[in-house]
């Protein structure tokens, strides 16, 4: 299996800037490691093979290593919490969603190395549990009924420590006929011992990490002096809270407030604030939600509600085990470093190419002069499809791919490690959708030579992988670039690519922040040349937030091809209180950026243009130099041709200019190539591209009012065929004049009255 892996503090970096790299070995003590510059990562024996070009760097050499840990599931912790030594009452609002979990934690304040404190908890099957720890050893009251998940309940606690009494109260906030889940139960336990700091769904362990995590919601808890009925959550959750019932709170942590945040805020007298691990989930419907507002930012008092989950992951907190200084003059494009621990065999794979970007130097004044070419790297895409597990966890995958499904070594190694946390297309335990994705983390497909499920035959590459087709073009027709990332974009904006005249994208620019659509769409207006090289471009809205650095939210509302489906009311992003989901449904369809827009998707084989009517247009001319041929990549690295995987077209109901060109579109697809469902309302009977005519890729141009440009190729597996016949074939050649022509700085005529050939 996976030997070696590992992953860097960002994604991006500037020469002169120093980037850190987190290391985990599985055997031996020490790896190698050493700079590259990566050139192509695809590692098939039908196209140019794996290209990597050695950078000498201080990193270079032997280093030490060992075996890191993750620390999954979330968590709240309020460090220095009074120890809870004399009579008190819990009351929280609960949601359970994996009751057959055992001995997971609503509350604890417990010192696992003495065995002493309190903790009060789910054992499996629903069942309420509270356990004292003292001098009298451990004891462990449990409630007679049991929870039922996804239901909503009062749940009260009153505990004395000194003498062990223990009362427990849940009531479910919905009757049911014929039902009773009602439980009221009251033990003495033995006399529980002391301990400090508090924390909600999780328990400090003896070894430094938080075990024994909640799956499910909690909304306003409370602490109270005293032990108390159940029923007085109403009186302190109040607005006026009653003020007897006031003068005995310990804490009341208003989950409703600094939804945007990893602060939780306790309204109580003392302020203990707490602080959220691991990134649960915000902006969740509490237990009042009643449906009349489904903005969180508009009516926060019924999203009081965090959802936990023993496997959320936001940072795998790894130590750093090579650093390099990036040498002030490092060009800007994709970069690695090349780690090992030995020779690579059909067990085991003991390297790695752990990825990153060289941009431009942050200082403008230090740039000089830069080429005006942009790569714009869809690390968006990289984050949300971090760790996509789908085709270990889902059924029915291969009759999706319409093809046997590969698994490698890291795909054996992610199922053994589901501490990695998923990606945006994976759901939690509990069935939840996976809302959140970050890059601190080592993600496996993230890097040269990972084959993915997606990729269809041939070289089964996708994402990042599938991009190094591009890089290697690049350099192998001489053309000099920068990189920006997407989340540098989403930072700097127009600004960041208003230098550029040309942009490329990668192969499959799906996901983009609010500010990433702005300062593209300016740029385009302004009179930039885009060449769209990939497919189902611009089409999720996530959202950054600077209180988790790295991480990305997404909310999968309303129609789009949707392995999860966020639950209504949940439709918003907890980072900013954007609307999420498709960029179509928010009015701004893919269309109107790049000219077309997502039309359909399959994995299995990819097809080939023909030549459209469009192509002769005088327009078109200085695309079709050397290109005589009516049928067009009809070969390739991705599934044997060049129009495959996830295809575009031309729809001017959608915002496709009226001047757009039809310069080829794609046929004989599979019956397995389907159209999107956000282009349909009942089934129809034809989705699959045998029997469908709008199931295609348009290879399209057209030019902007402003003298720039728009070219799609409206294909994932476009670039897969740059390389087919040595770099020389209709594909590469189509490509590279385009790209000629779009670094000309001869602007594009904006009259009809040209025909917009140029010399």
């Not at 002493?116 to 462990?140: E, F, M, N, W």
């Not at 936990?308 to 003059?329: K, Q, R």
């Not at 994705?437 to 993230?446: A, K, T, W």
């Not at 769209?532 to 996530?542: A, K, Q």
Request: aromatic fraction near 10%.
């Amino acid at each position: 299996m996976l030997k070696i892996t590992g992953y860097p503090d960002r994604y991006s970096a500037a020469p002169g800037e120093t980037i850190a790299f987190k290391v985990s070995l599985e055997e031996d003590d020490c790896f190698e490691a050493r700079l590259v510059r990566v050139v192509h990562g695809d590692a098939n024996p039908e196209g140019p093979g794996l290209k990597f070009r050695h950078i000498p760097s201080k990193a270079d050499g032997r280093h030490p290593g060992f075996t890191q840990k993750m620390d999954a599931g979330s968590y709240m912790t309020v460090p220095g919490f009074p120890a809870l030594d004399t009579a008190f009452t819990f009351y929280t609002m609960i949601w359970p969603t994996l009751v057959r979990r055992d001995d997971q934690t609503i509350l604890s304040q417990w010192d696992d190395k003495t065995q002493s404190g309190i903790h009060i908890g789910l054992k499996a099957g629903g069942y309420v549990t509270v356990t004292l720890g003292g001098p009298g050893g451990v004891r462990q009251a449990v409630a007679p009924k049991a929870m039922v998940e996804r239901q909503w309940y009062a749940l009260t606690v009153a505990i004395d420590p000194a003498s062990g009494a223990v009362h427990i109260d849940h009531s479910p906030l919905i009757a049911y006929a014929m039902s009773d889940d009602r439980v009221s139960e009251q033990v003495t336990l033995a006399r529980a011992g002391s301990a400090s700091g508090l924390m909600l769904a999780g328990t400090p362990m003896a070894d430094g990490t938080v075990g024994r995590h909640f799956d499910g919601k909690l909304d306003s808890p409370i602490l109270i002096r005293g032990t108390h009925p159940a029923g007085l959550q109403d009186k302190l959750m109040r607005t006026p809270r009653d003020i007897e019932l006031g003068r005995l709170l310990l804490a009341h942590w208003e989950f409703s407030q600094k939804i945007d945040t990893g602060e939780t805020v306790d309204t109580g007298p003392y302020r203990h604030h707490g602080t959220l691990g691991n990134l649960p989930t915000r902006g969740m419907k509490g237990w009042n939600w009643t449906g009349e507002d489904h903005s969180w930012a508009r009516k926060p008092e019924h999203y009081g509600a965090i959802h936990f989950h023993s496997d959320d992951l936001y940072d795998a907190g790894w130590d750093t085990s090579v650093e390099i200084a990036l040498p002030d003059d490092l060009p800007s494009g994709p970069y690695a470093l090349h780690v090992s621990c030995g020779e690579s065999d059909i067990d085991a794979t003991r390297e790695d190419y752990i990825s990153f970007f060289v941009t431009p130097p942050r200082d403008p004044a230090k740039r000089g002069k830069r080429p005006k070419l942009c790569f714009l790297a869809p690390t968006c895409s990289y984050i949300a499809y971090a760790n996509h597990a789908e085709h270990i966890t889902a059924r029915g995958v291969e009759i999706l791919m319409n093809r046997m499904v590969h698994f490698g070594h890291s795909d054996l190694w992610m199922y053994d490690h589901p501490e990695l946390g998923g990606s945006l297309y994976d759901t939690h335990a509990d069935g939840s959708g996976v809302a959140y994705s970050s890059r601190l983390r080592p993600v496996l497909n993230f890097k040269a030579q990972y084959h993915s499920w997606l990729g269809g035959h041939g070289s089964a590459v996708y994402q990042y992988n599938a991009d190094t087709h591009l890089f290697d073009w690049l350099e192998e027709k001489g053309f000099d670039y920068d990189v920006i990332t997407d989340e540098d974009l989403h930072v700097g904006g127009f600004a960041l690519i208003e230098p550029y005249d040309v942009i490329m994208t990668g192969t499959h620019p799906e996901y983009h922040s609010t500010a990433m659509w702005d300062a593209m769409k300016a740029w385009i207006d302004r009179g930039g040349r885009l060449m769209y090289m990939g497919g189902n471009g611009w089409y999720w809205r996530v959202a950054f937030s600077d209180h988790w650095p790295g991480a990305m939210e997404l909310r999968r509302a309303e129609d789009g091809i949707r392995p999860w489906i966020a639950e209504p009311g949940e439709y918003y992003h907890s980072f900013n209180g954007e609307y999420g989901g498709l960029w179509r449904r928010l009015g701004r369809a893919p269309n109107v950026m790049a000219g077309v827009g997502f039309i359909a998707q399959g994995f299995d084989f990819s097809s080939y243009y023909r030549r459209a009517p469009d192509a002769d247009n005088p327009r078109a001319r200085f695309i079709f130099e050397g290109v005589p041929d009516e049928i067009i990549g009809d070969f390739g690295l991705v599934g044997g041709g060049a129009a495959g995987i996830e295809l575009d077209c031309i729809t001017t109901d959608l915002g496709s200019p009226t001047n757009m060109l039809r310069l080829a579109s794609s046929e004989g697809h599979s019956g397995m190539m389907l159209l999107v469902n956000e282009e349909f309302g009942p089934v129809p009977p034809n989705l699959g591209g045998d029997q469908n005519d709008r199931v295609r890729a348009d290879l399209a141009f057209g030019e902007t009012a402003a003298g720039g440009a728009l070219f799609a190729t409206s294909s994932i597996a476009w670039c897969g065929s740059l390389s087919h016949n040595g770099y020389a074939n209709n594909v590469s050649r189509i490509t590279e004049n385009v790209l000629r022509r779009f670094l000309d700085p001869a602007p594009f005529p904006t009259s009809p009255d040209t025909d917009g050939a140029h010399p």
